[in-house]
């Protein structure tokens, strides 16, 4: 059990355009969604938090306007990289959490390039 | 001062010997704790959950100490597939829907 698919695995896309991410918990609700961000041997960074059916909280820095997430439902939940520059190249990792499991769970991962 | 803090290592360990990892945390309002690995260019994954009592599996131990908000992980007779870098977690999902992650502890085992 407790498994979270992320799709797509590898995306490259030019400068300027709209990338959608998105992470589907498979067997739980997932009540909570939590999307990082990891650069090359850096440590994982979070970008922001949803709970299902509310807006996202973003953390410090990360522009709301720029990464947009919804989830709408108790297993969805989707991340896009507007008007993607190459600084936005990076590795993008869901997780999903259901309230009364403490545990996260993380989706597989989309390697971004824009070029 | 981070909520999580870890020794980022890296930690240079020969096959078969012993590693241990610490992690402290700062808010006693955390209600559990866990380890999670991360391979190279992989997600992280759960390794394993850490209670009070101590909990073993195999050839890891892992321990909480919540009156010194303090958590370890033991790595007996290590392998070189232990390689990775070991996140230590803290969630209260029941309470303020938070799961934080230390920055990772990497670790290599040497031949």
């Known amino acids: 059990g407790a498994v979270v698919s992320q799709h797509p695995s590898r995306v490259i896309c030019k400068s300027g355009t709209s990338v959608k991410i998105e992470c589907r918990s498979l067997?739980?609700?997932?009540?909570?969604m939590f999307w990082y961000r990891q650069f090359p041997k850096q440590s994982l960074m979070l970008m922001a938090t949803?709970?299902?059916?509310?807006?996202?909280?973003?953390e410090q820095g990360v522009e709301k306007d720029k990464f947009l997430i919804n989830h709408a439902s108790l297993t969805l939940s989707t991340l896009t990289v507007t008007s993607a520059h190459p600084e936005d190249s990076s590795f993008y990792i869901c997780?999903?959490?259901?309230?009364?499991?403490?545990?996260?769970?993380f989706g597989q991962g989309t390697r971004l390039t824009v070029v | 001062r981070k909520e999580v803090e870890q020794d980022p290592g890296p930690f240079n360990v020969p096959e078969g010997a012993t590693v241990a990892f610490n992690c402290t945390y700062s808010?006693?309002?955390?209600?559990?704790f866990f380890w999670y690995r991360q391979d190279c260019r992989k997600e992280p994954k759960l390794l394993m959950s850490?209670?009070?009592s101590g909990n073993e599996d195999g050839r890891f131990t892992a321990q909480l100490n919540r009156a010194s908000q303090y958590i370890s992980l033991l790595i007996r007779d290590s392998k070189l597939s232990d390689s990775a870098t070991y996140l230590c977690?803290?969630?209260?999902?029941?309470?303020?829907?938070?799961?934080?992650f230390g920055k990772g502890t990497r670790l290599h085992i040497l031949p």
């Open positions: 850490v209670y009070s």
């Open positions: 949803s709970n299902e059916g509310s807006k996202a909280t973003y």
């Open positions: 067997d739980f609700q997932a009540t909570t």
């Open positions: 997780s999903a959490a259901e309230r009364g499991r403490q545990a996260a769970f």
């Open positions: 977690v803290v969630s209260r999902m029941n309470r303020d829907d938070k799961i934080i």
């Open positions: 808010n006693s309002a955390s209600q559990s």
